[in-house]
Each structure stands twice: as structure tokens, then as C-alpha cells.
């Protein structure tokens, strides 16, 4: 089961937004991503956070305050979806603000627990989150095509039908990961700790 959260940072791309529309999946506000999902004639069945960045009087009887502060509101929000049993979660105007929040929204990810795939939608890019619980990343790459491997946790990393393969390495969040490439193959990954796999759209 899929569904979308909208975050209140920038607005998307148009087509990160015309790939919402024909989803068909429920898209719910992150706080005050409700507004910004409006506004581009985004139907918002609920509104999940701690509500101090929107006027809760629009959004009566659809709003579900997660007030716990320790996380994030998009981490609270992951969390939800998944307790409801949503196992695709797509995460659009995640984009934006300062330096804090574009990696407090990888970090998001990282909070979360696994048994879902999680992906943030950029202008040209998709950040999605590998978790080791989960079963193993496989996808065809073309040739020269780019991607970049970062592990939030460290561990042994695994990548084969690359440029730049790996063998069970231990691996850090630092460069290394960075644009490696297709080789017209299918490129395997797997990691002892969470990866953020950033790939074009």
C-alpha cells in the first residue's frame, strides 16, 4: 500500500507534482506541507504533526496531532504510515530550508523502522532508503548512469554490476559513495546498516 507524504518545504518540480496526481495513492500534509499540497490542487485527506506551522481551523476533522518532540515531524509522519501499514511511502517537498533539515530528512528515514520502502522525490533525483532488514536493492543501470551510495549507519556495504563495486567494505557516511556508475547491468546493493541510495528519477 502507498502513500505520499507532503512536506513543507519547496514546492516541487511540476513534474514531481503531475507524478502525485497519477499515483492515485492518499497524500497526507506534513504539518504545513497540507497548504503547500493545496496549492497545487493536491486533494490532502489528513494532516499529520504537531500543527505550528498551519491553521488547524482549515483542517478540521482531518488533522492527527503527533506531538511528541523528540522526532521530527516527518519522522513521526513515516512512523504513522507504517503503523497503518503502508509499505511505500513517497516523501515530495522535502526540498528547501536550511543545511538541518535536508539531513534531518535523511536522518528521517533512518529513524524509521523497516518493512517499508521510503523514497524522497527531488527536482531530478530520488533519494531512497535501503534498510538491512529488508530484502537487497536490485536495479538495472545504464551505462555511465549515475548514483551515490551513503551509509547513515555504518557497516560492511555490498555492490556489484558497477563501476566501482564493493565487497563487503566497511563503509561510513563519507564521499566514497559518491557517483559511482551503471554499467549497463543490474547493480545489487546491500549494506549492515541503513543506506541512502541517491539515483536519477
Known sequence: MRGVLWCN?????????EWVLTTGAPVFGVDGGCDKAHSCGIEVVEVLGDMDSLDESAWKGRTLPLNEQTFSDLAKSIRELIHRGFDEIEIVGADGGDPSHILGNWAAMNDAPSGARIRIHHEEQVSTRLHPDD?????????????SIFAIE?????????????????????????????IGDVV??????VLILVSKR
Open 154 to 182: 555504518a557497516g560492511k556495504v555490498w555492490i556489484t554490476g558497477a563501476k566501482w563495486e564493493l565487497h563487503g567494505d566497511d563503509l561510513g557516511l563519507s564521499s566514497r559513495g559518491l557517483h559511482n556508475e551503471g
Open 9 to 17: 518545504g519547496s514546492i516541487p518540480a511540476e513534474s514531481v507534482v
Open 135 to 147: 530484502e537487497g536493492f536490485s536495479a538495472e543501470f545504464e551505462e555511465g548512469e549515475h548514483f
Open 188 to 193: 545489487n546493493i546491500k549494506g549492515e546498516g
